[in-house]
């Protein structure tokens, strides 16, 4: 099939097209600049949400959950889980999630794991990617959820429009400290498995997190919200907080900032790249390349030294 | 103080000299590519032991105990504790832990937390860039501790010739599967807390991962190796593992191809920044990229076009 009757089919809501053209975005296919020239510029209506937090959070749970809820107002919605992968064999392992399955039964919904780290400019770049591909196919909502909390995932939370953070109630100090990073860059607060023992704790936690972080940009307070994904308690109240930011986010001129700031990184990683290419490609540069390498592997040079030398 | 005399310092084992030096290589100060020149050729020797795994499982217990044993061996120890950092405020949390602090007392022992990431290639180039410099200084053994299993924290990994890849029983199936991908770089297992119930389990559930994952690069197999790190407990075991797989390394060559990796790197991010750079400081370039910022952030241009346009 050709890169036009693709995206036909999938602007139609047609599965396997969909999830052909996110690969050759996620893979860095030869189609993928085209693929992302003939849709770019449609992007940037969906309602883009982000789910990160510790592992043992329950967010696969709450995600199925608020899938579940958006689907009774959009026609479309797609979930990314973006895996934390395996540096050679590349695996996804979120995506057969058993609750995810069961969503995979309702034709509106798309699912994807992202793994792959080949593409230019890492994990983040291809998330963005595929944010933007599926925005432009007609996803109306696009939830992206990551485990872990460190800054990988908080590069990958930069596409969301509205960032939630899942914590729940007992875990240890190891985590306390994580999250201390990722809670300055988080629009929503989210307790789950409220009805455990210590939530109250926890959200005194956050609440004393909050006041420690960086001042936020802009006015907007990040609300902290309990659910229990299993049973769907709180699953609305987090749906109604995501809507109450990404108004607050449109009104006070903060989403033009984010998309600004995505805009530069974008820009910067592919420069950065093809002049690498460029470079590189040039007569001679590979074994001049090669060279520095070497000096700097056995310690006869440094590598500021040799790039120098290089660019000489 | 001047660069050289605080050299001289470090190299007698001044710890506010050394630490004045890795801030500087940290911050990507201006002295900075002085220091790498003045050092980079001296470093090399140190056993340089990565520890990582998700938190909750005591590593820094474990990195505690291990400085012990390596303190009876070796005059100079250093530890790196990586963090998960604010993109904002680039706060460091590890380094107070207080088990840590009972071994500051110790002036042969170096502990620093690193959380910057402005250094040109993120953290896991200002983390070799330490890891090279405290070498240079004289300690014999660096450890390197991060929090987490994402695909940073495998980054920081490479720096480390032998990777302890610390798990605990009982931790869900979330922190299961985000092990998936770093056991692939382990070179050595260790199962802590092994006093807990369902340590076999959990050692049953490392030999299965390890059958699935990518068949490694030579003969090394990863030993499992048990610990209750708050006890002591299997402690020196760790100690002979990472000595085994040092010798195996050197025998083999895989060092060699590690200390390859590391300076191609080192050499190609080092490159790609300064070409940029270069380029952003020519003549009109800096304006010309706000642009292509602005068109690609309200969509009126894709990066891919904007970037092509750019370097026309």
Known sequence: MTL???????????ARATARLVTIVENDEPEAAALVRATYREAGRALVVGITGPPGGGKS?????LVGRYRERHSRVAVIAVDPSSPFTGGAILGDRIRMRERFLDPGVFIRSLATRGATGGLSHATARVVDLLDALGHEVVLVETVGVGQEEIEVMRVAGTVCLVSVPGLGDDIQAVKAGIIEIADVLIVNKADRPGADQTVADLRAMQSLAAPRVGSWSPPIVRTTATAGDGVADVVDAVARHAAWS???????????????????????????????????HQGRLDDAVAAVADRSSDPQTAVLDLLR
């Open 4 to 14: 036009e009757a693709l995206l036909v089919a999938a602007r139609a809501g047609d």
């Open 61 to 65: 749970t709450l995600v199925a959950a």
């Open 250 to 284: 449109r009104a006070s001129g903060d989403d033009t900032r984010r998309r600004r700031e995505a805009a530069r990184s974008a820009v910067e990683t592919l420069l950065r790249e093809l002049l690498t290419r460029r470079f590189i490609d040039a007569a001679g």
